[in-house]
């Protein structure tokens, strides 16, 4: 027990002995002021004893058995010890005839004050098991907490060295110089190859030189999905895909990367081939906020495994930036996968 616990149990105590002494002393009742204190010692006692040896039985007997011949221990222990200490005071001390003192009503009256501290001390020691035990619950549960709350940081971190790593494995100078070169060679004996590798080599250099404070401006963001969708239909021949980009795109700015990786999903698991089932692609703008849709039909003759990696990067980067102010929803069935995203758009000044 700390400095402050001893405190709290003086106040407490001394605040309960004035109350019986005036109590009895409005009652008219005699007060022998040497009985008084050492009657109070004996209760205090009393209940020490029995709080103690309840909170020593709870945390050291493991069996049944134990604790029911130390709980037995205790109570014939307190019981005894008060009674003859009582008695031997009134007895040594103020000269009572010990076989006119012991009448039914006085033993009645011993035992009566003795289990009134008892059971006093057993509540407590009761009370005080319970406090122990729900801060160890509460220990426990922030302790969960903060490990739960550690695993996300570090799974946040994985996220990003992964998207990290898989851009570094690039040189960006080299590709880029690399496919302009190759659009030099190319553009005027094939314009069409030239064209598609100006949109790679603007594929690239959007990808791989994005924003570092996680943000784009819109209008580049989706010139780049344009971009991957063209590429996808000079690869193609038949392309069966709706789609709708905004137009009205000044100065406003988006998670980077977030909307190319749910299109991208489109092309790598969902039919883009078979106009009797077109895949819808729609991005707007409404009220400042980002729009986003997409339905499509799931290609399952496609041995492409999901390790979705590209969905926990979304959903990360919205939760990290968004909390409490985005809509991911994503309905899937064995057929189709649809997805609505909806999250406000940051704003900057355009000159």
């Not at 204190?37 to 205090?44: G, K, P, Q, Y």
């Not at 020593?56 to 037995?72: D, N, P, Q, W, Y």
């Not at 550690?150 to 990290?164: D, G, Y």
């Not at 895909?241 to 000044?250: A, D, I, K």
Request: positive net charge; glycine residues 4%.
């Amino acid at each position: 027990m700390d400095r402050k616990n001893i405190g709290i149990h003086i106040i407490v105590w001394t605040a309960y002995i004035l109350y019986e002494v005036l109590i009895s002393y409005f009652a008219g009742l005699d007060l022998r002021p040497l009985f008084t204190v050492l009657s109070f010692a004996i209760n205090i006692a009393v209940f020490y004893a029995t709080w103690l040896g309840f909170m020593f039985i709870k945390e050291h007997k493991r069996s049944l058995i134990a604790k029911v011949l130390g709980i037995t221990f205790i109570t014939l222990f307190t019981l005894a010890v008060s009674a003859i200490l009582k008695i031997s005071v009134e007895v040594f001390l103020y000269h009572k005839n010990l076989e006119a003192y012991l009448t039914h009503y006085q033993i009645t009256a011993l035992v009566m004050r003795w289990l009134y501290f008892y059971i006093i001390a057993v509540g407590f020691s009761f009370a005080q098991l319970a406090a122990k035990r729900d801060k160890e619950v509460y220990r426990y549960n922030l302790e969960r907490m903060n490990m739960l709350q550690e695993q996300e940081r570090l799974k946040k971190n994985a996220l990003q060295a992964e998207l990290n790593l898989i851009k570094s494995q690039i040189n960006p100078h080299f590709v880029f110089n690399t496919l302009g070169f190759l659009h030099s060679k190319t553009y005027k004996a094939m314009p069409d190859v030239g064209k598609s590798i100006l949109m790679l080599s603007n594929i690239m250099r959007h990808a791989l030189t994005g924003s570092e404070e996680g943000y784009s401006t819109l209008e580049s963001e989706l010139n780049y999905i344009h971009d991957f969708i063209r590429i996808h239909d000079e690869r193609n021949e038949s392309l069966s895909m709706e789609y709708r980009l905004e137009q009205n795109t000044r100065g406003k700015k988006v998670i980077s990367l977030i909307l190319i990786t749910l299109v991208e999903n489109i092309f790598k698991h969902g039919v883009i081939k078979d106009p009797a089932k077109t895949a819808v692609l729609n991005i707007e703008v409404i009220d400042n906020e980002l729009v986003f849709y997409s339905f499509n039909y799931k290609n399952n003759n496609k041995k492409v495994h999901s390790n979705k990696i590209g969905i926990e990067y979304v959903k990360q980067k919205l939760n990290e930036l968004y909390p409490d102010n985005h809509s991911l929803i994503i309905s899937e069935t064995e057929q189709t996968y649809e997805c609505k995203l909806k999250f406000p758009l940051k704003r900057y000044e355009t000159t």
